[in-house]
């Protein structure tokens, strides 16, 4: 698992829990169904089963793979639209290219980020590189949907590319956890990615046996999504594992760790810890739209289907399929 990767014992370090701070408590674990997307490429339905409100302001998040192709399998999706929210691509194993409507594209690898604002709409396109299908190789990635508010679901559309060395690097108090904040705030370090709506967005590697005890905003719901690995949630030690969510109640930090014994294709437990302020608006999504009532979803597939999201450019970026 190549994301960004450091000497943990170099980095500043995760100040430990003060008396007077509250152990978030575990609320639900759920194990995510596999399935496929786009034109073919198996994910994890990470959010399925949890409630919306549990979730806001994250509407849906795929977990991409983790998967060796073999050359001429790789797959991923076609020109397609979206509007009223953000897509956040963080490929931590692989290379996915894409391209948009609007002029912007570009190849997301190891350990970066693209943000994308839909805001107002725009087509784009995300698929494995020709030279990945050809070639096979390791994939793995996740793609999150962040709502946006009211006052922003008509943003102009726009990208921030965030390598994987951008991200901001911390360590546990005890250097067993390297923690990588893509998003957000954490202990007073910030992640480069700008938000419109305030989320706290971390990959986190613990090493066998390690504790990572994270401080949160307690304004802020909180999940933790097992990329891989075993180990548990919570002050009451809830195990959990790959492909598995846990919604945490309220409170100052998080606990996650690691199971002393890992499979030894998994050497560590890698975890998402995600959270946001609550939107608290209505939300009406429908495929691709994520707006505020049935009118405006009606007015985005009009809207799309007038040309007004932008057009496919000349000699556009489209999924490579092996000779």
């Known amino acids: 698992m190549p994301a960004i990767t450091a000497d943990t014992f170099t980095l500043p370090r995760i100040a430990d829990p003060t008396v007077t701070e509250r152990d978030r408590p575990v609320r639900s674990i759920t194990t995510g169904p596999r399935g496929y997307e786009g034109e073919g490429f198996p994910v994890v339905r990470a959010f399925a089963g949890v409630r919306a409100a549990d979730l ?48 912007g594209g570009g190849l997301i690898t190891d350990g970066a980020t693209q943000w994308m604002t839909a805001g107002a709409g725009i087509l784009h396109i995300e698929t494995p590189p020709a030279e990945l299908v050809e070639s096979g190789g390791t994939f793995h990635g996740i793609q999150l949907w962040v709502n946006l508010p009211r ?20 360590a546990s108090g005890d250097g067993g956890t390297l923690v990588r904040v893509i998003a957000g705030d954490v202990d007073g370090h910030r992640g480069p990615s700008g938000t419109h709506t305030p989320i706290t967005f971390v990959h986190s590697t613990i090493q066998p046996g390690a504790t990572l005890s994270l401080p949160w905003n307690p304004d802020f719901n909180a999940l933790v999504y097992v990329l891989s690995g075993r180990g548990t949630v919570g002050p009451e030690g809830n195990p959990i594992e790959q492909g598995q ?28 810890v995600l959270g946001g302020q609550p939107i608290r608006e209505p939300v009406f999504h429908y495929g691709p739209f994520v707006m505020n009532s049935k009118i405006e979803l009606i007015e985005a ?18 999924p490579h399929t092996s000779r």
């Open 245 to 272: 969510l846990s919604v945490f109640g309220k409170g100052d930090r998080i606990t996650v760790a690691a199971a002393g014994r890992q499979d030894s294709n998994r050497p560590a437990l890698e975890v998402l």
């Open 151 to 170: 006052k922003d679901k008509f943003a102009t559309p726009k990208y921030q590319a965030i390598e994987g060395g951008d991200a901001a690097l911390l």
């Open 301 to 318: 597939m009009e809207d799309y289907q007038a040309g007004r999201f932008g057009t496919i450019p000349p000699n556009a970026l489209m």
């Open 56 to 103: 806001d302001p994250f509407i849906h998040m795929d977990q991409m793979g983790e998967i060796e192709y073999q050359p001429g399998q790789p797959r991923g999706t076609d020109w397609h639209p979206h509007r009223g929210f953000e897509t956040v691509t963080y490929m931590i194993d692989g290379r996915f290219a894409h391209q948009d409507s609007h002029g």
